[in-house]
């Protein structure tokens, strides 16, 4: 059905349009607000601002006109279409990291005595943070597989002090996907919270809100961004009181904003995320195929491959199967190292998402010094290669994967 409200109906140009406002002065793209704070015509004024009576801007920890661009885009993009064709409201803050943006969930969520109910595929420092620190606060994670319903199922009922579950989906490093439909369903059932960390989809292949997840979050530093210029996180509700009452409490309170410059970087990465992901997604379909016939590749981790176990759930929920993929080569430690070093034209780094293809060989690079058996059992293998799929023209790519594997 077409929008009734916006002049547009494809994501595309929402992508482009949305959260814009006209400038005062006329500037045709939304300036860096590089201000602290915001002054006011008279001392009356700053009591209404204050107070709430009057909307204005205070203090850019607060909110700041570009930042707030940013995050109106996110939330646009994560709630399009959603109501009966119509934009379900979403409201977000941008953060200076993804990590932040997840800290300020749990914070503004969970209280001592609360649990997590999460699996084992998670972004390492989503890991950490679990395991880590949230046990001082007297909040800790059960770890369940959560692509079993029943398992998913039987967690929830033998702990009660579960408060949130927490997914993220596809996931590091196998690509791992969990059906959020089904388990959001079943959270609801047990009047569970339900965040989801969209970061590997993005809002154009994945759209959490659509199955009722509660909260989602972002690190915008990888495909949203698009083009490595800045780490930044956003953390969305589609409980627009929670968002405008506490969570904007803990969002000024934990000070964890993002600043005027990384917004502008990222409003202009956002609008191209639509044809950067198509580029990205047909890129990555072909280096897959590629690589399952290659006769030095065990095993290729890619959900558009009928090889992979989640492929059903990943075409149910998602546009397209993503960008990320990964591969075990059957030399294992050694020829991971070696085909790092005859890359030619892809970039030897960790991260994804942006206009380059990336390639990590965890085992030699952000595992180094994981011992090999808690390594291998998140999937971790010595022959590893885990692959962002750039917007190179593909025959480069292939080529260029291809020489190193010789
Ligand atoms: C990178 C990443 C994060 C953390 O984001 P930062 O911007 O690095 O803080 C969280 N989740 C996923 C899935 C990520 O890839």
Redesign the pocket.
Known sequence: MPDQQLPYSGFGSLAIHAGHEQDPRYAHLTPIYATSTFVYDEAEQGMRRFSGEEKGYIYSRWGNPTMDEAASKIAAMEGFALANGQPLPVKGYLQS??????SALFMSTLKTGDKILSHYSL?G??QELMDRLMPDFGISAIIADLRDPDKAEAALKADPAIRMIYI?TP??PTLQCVDIEALTQLGKRYGKIIAC?N??ATPYLQQPFKYGVDFV?H????FLNGHGTS???VFLGRDIEFMEGKAYKVHKMLGGNSNPFDAFLLINGMKTLEVRMDRHCFNAMEVAKFFEGHKSVARVNYTGLASHPDQAITARQMRHPGAMLSIELKGGLQAGIQMMNRLRMCTRTV??GTCDTLMCHPASMTHYSVPREKREQYGITDGLIRISVGMENIEDIIADINQALQ
């Not at 690190?219 to 990888?222: E, F, L, P």
């Open positions: 990291s993804g990590m932040a943006a997840i972004y420092g989503s993220e996931a590091n960390d970061t590997f979050i690190s915008t530093t990888k780490i930044g996180g991260s994804l």
